[in-house]
């Protein structure tokens, strides 16, 4: 009788170390997941809405913006201002792909580079 007792003793203790085991071990699968794989995710999220037709217009919308307001600007702390802003502002924006207008195109890369 002792020793039955025991024995689901040991067992309820051994299914308690396995129920905290899991959760550790799954916990930290739960942080290496997010360091891993939803970064990719968002990383993809991202990629995708950088090609989608409503952020390229803006940025295309953007750029004559600058232009305009370079053409016009008064003064060379004023242009220069202007090209900090477009060389920040444009950084990740892929203008070969998605700027059609070769005279925009040249004054983008002139400002970026």
Known sequence: ????????????????VLVVGLELGFGWFGVYKTKTI?????????EVFEETNSFTKAKR?????????????ESDED???I???VSMSLADFDEDKFIKDARLLSWIKEMKY
């Open 38 to 46: 939803h970064k990719a995710m968002e990383d993809a999220k991202r």
């Open 83 to 85: 090209e900090v802003t």
């Open 61 to 73: 919308q953007e750029a004559i913006k600058y232009y305009k307001e370079y053409m016009q600007a």
């Open 1 to 16: 009788m002792k020793n039955i007792g025991f024995k689901i003793f040991l067992g309820f203790i051994g299914l308690l």
């Open 79 to 81: 242009r220069q201002a």
